[in-house]
């Protein structure tokens, strides 16, 4: 058998029927008879004969590849997105391209320049922590790229999104330790221009002042991963002995903060409570474990590549954009 017979063309002529009456057959077309359709596939089967995906986006005007922007692949929370969207994506028919932003501006808009370059359908977006200016999305929303964000959204641009409850999870972290007797609670928060800092903050502050607790801007460091957590050890140390409980934004950050406590004798919990965000893996091998708020990286991404889908799908659909929240679910631990 010929190795280069890849073609609808070249099946044809080596079974002496029409190119339309293959096509028909490879998509079990009911006017070609059963036994032409069996020697037509079987015969692609052999030859090992793929469709040509770029014959059929230019037919059809798609390429059904979808761009994926993450900050860092390497995070739980991020790659869990990504099996969602994959477990969809592939399913309905669609590739995936993935970028990693590695939270730098000029790397996200590069790479998002990529994506139309290769032309995507559609992507899906969770913005660098460092992104201030939004001019490349609002390029891609102008050149007709409908773009889904995860997580972290940009409020400026309307698009469908996809986030977590951080309000609600911050509030009730910050709840649990206050049930716990603890009143001095340092928060290490994430860059305020995020949506998802400002609302975790929101989440903690109001805690407080439900429970009667004066804001004290002292105990809000802005300290989101554990090189920051480093930058200001002797900062933390200086305020450990003041404080009986901390609420970092993220599982990182509060590891290292709880590490480094015990580094310089402070007994976790019955010194210093602690709790993060998110319910990475690492939160179950720390020292105590620690308590955390789930969030459900693996849904949220089903969540937003079906939304996008439905929308390049439906175009009828176009401007009724939604946001789907998943509600935070706290993870009691021996942290806290």
Do not use: W
């Not at 340092?186 to 805690?207: D, K, M, N, V, W």
């Amino acid at each position: 058998m010929k190795p280069n017979i890849t073609s609808i063309i070249d099946i044809a002529r080596a079974l002496g029927v029409s190119t339309s009456t293959v096509s028909r057959a490879l998509k079990n077309h009911p006017d070609i008879s059963e036994e032409t359709r069996r020697r037509v596939q079987e015969f692609a089967r052999r030859v090992n004969y793929r469709p040509n995906a770029l014959a059929l986006g230019l037919k059809q005007q798609r390429s059904f590849t979808l761009g994926i922007i993450i900050p860092e692949i390497v995070h739980h929370f991020f790659s869990s997105i990504i099996s969602g969207i994959e477990d969809v994506a592939y399913g309905k028919g669609y590739r995936l391209m993935i970028c990693q932003s590695n939270e730098e501006f000029e790397r996200e808009r590069i790479n998002l320049q990529a994506l139309l370059d290769h032309r995507v359908d559609g992507i899906l977006v969770s913005m660098s922590k460092n992104t201030f200016q939004y001019d490349h999305f609002e390029d891609a929303v102008e050149q007709g790229i409908p773009l889904v964000f995860l997580d972290r959204v940009c409020k400026n641009i309307e698009t469908d999104r996809v986030v977590t409850d951080d309000y609600q999870g911050a509030h009730l972290v910050t709840t649990h330790l206050l049930r716990k007797g603890r009143r001095r609670i340092l928060h290490l928060a994430a860059p305020q221009h995020l949506f998802i800092g400002r609302e975790r903050l929101q989440g903690y502050t109001e805690a407080l002042t439900d429970h009667k607790i004066p804001i004290n801007p002292a105990l809000i460091l802005q300290c989101d991963t554990s090189a920051q957590v480093k930058t200001l050890k002797e900062q933390i140390i200086r305020l450990a002995p003041n404080i009986d409980g901390i609420f970092a934004v993220n599982d990182f950050s509060a590891i290292a903060v709880m590490q480094l406590l015990q580094e310089h004798g402070f007994q976790i919990p019955e010194q210093i409570s602690v709790a993060g965000f998110g319910d990475d893996p690492i939160a179950l091998i720390a020292r105590p474990k620690l308590t955390t708020v789930e969030q459900k990286g693996y849904a949220m991404g089903r969540q937003a590549v079906q939304m996008m889908i439905d929308r390049l799908e439906h175009p009828e659909l176009a401007g009724e954009f939604q946001t789907k929240v998943f509600s935070a679910t706290l993870k009691l631990r021996d942290s806290s």
